[in-house]
């Protein structure tokens, strides 16, 4: 079935939809996103989706070219129009495309944004087989930009991380810097010992992820510590539990690091526990 897609201001099928090779995004990277989940027909944790997208164009001193009661109307009616019951809604805002190919920055103001949205379908997105099997990564060195707060679509050594993973017979990778892991090509990581989750602290050095905010809240409300500070991957290694967040992903065991099994190498009882909890809440407060 051929998709209706959002480009722009106008609703159009996938193939119809076209934007300019002077796209700074094309050109540049010039650009940001964000992921929603769908589960039920409804959006998980859209605000929190809707406040970084706004905080990340304003870092980037581009101009958001919808209001966030827009945007959810936008995500609404994709939703409808490809009667999405579970899967994710892809949000793009580039600088636009001012002209010819120019380092300078145009002036956001006499500019029009390109903005695109597109779903894709996931059934069983929330009943998924790697939440029960648990992920397989391995370390590998951090080599992004020093802007990694910023949702861009700067995502090459992300999928080359990926992609170090699937040649390595893995899931995925945890990116270290100076001795300490950062964060996944697409995911926020945490280690549990004990009844303590650890996780690397916001900052410029990773995502400010939305799934990660709410599962550390619903952390601290079952009874949980929560340690936000650096940590190495021996210390990972060592743990009880590790487990990664995202918008696709929400809550993930990872049962095992390069070549060290994480505890017993199977998913952990509280990682479990986390995902449904975090699944459960989210659904009560979809939109």
Do not use: C
């Amino acid at each position: 079935m051929t998709r209706t897609v959002y480009l722009n201001g106008e609703y159009l099928p996938e193939h119809e939809a076209k934007v300019s090779i002077f796209d700074r995004a094309f050109l540049m990277a010039d650009g940001v996103y964000e992921v929603t989940s769908v589960l039920g027909g409804k959006l998980i944790d859209f605000p929190g989706h809707a406040a970084r997208l706004d905080r990340s164009l304003t870092e980037l001193g581009m101009r958001n070219p919808v209001s966030t009661d827009e945007l959810l109307e936008i995500h609404r009616e994709l939703v409808r129009a490809n009667d999405l019951d579970e899967g994710l809604i892809y949000l793009q805002i580039t600088r636009g495309a001012p002209g010819d190919r120019d380092f300078v920055f145009p002036d956001p103001e006499t500019t029009e944004p390109t903005i695109v949205l597109f779903t894709q379908s996931k059934p069983g997105l929330a009943d998924s087989p790697s939440a029960k099997k648990g992920l397989h990564v391995i370390s590998i060195a951090d080599e992004r930009w020093g802007r990694r707060d910023i949702k861009t679509v700067q995502l090459l050594y992300p999928s080359m991380g990926k992609m170090m993973a699937k040649k390595a017979g893995a899931d995925d990778a945890w990116m270290v810097q100076d001795g300490f892991v950062t964060e996944g090509t697409s995911n926020n990581a945490y280690f549990i010992k004990g009844n303590r989750i650890v996780t690397r602290p916001r900052s410029y050095d990773i995502l400010h992820g939305i799934t990660r905010a709410a599962v550390l809240r619903f952390a601290a409300e079952a009874q949980m510590e929560v340690e936000e500070r650096p940590f190495t991957v021996d210390e990972a290694k060592q743990a009880d539990e590790a487990f990664i967040t995202s918008a696709s992903a929400f809550v993930t065991p990872v049962v095992r690091i390069d070549d060290t099994p994480v505890g017993d190498g199977t998913p952990g009882p509280k990682a479990l526990r986390l995902r449904e909890i975090y699944l459960e809440e989210s659904l009560k407060a979809a939109i």
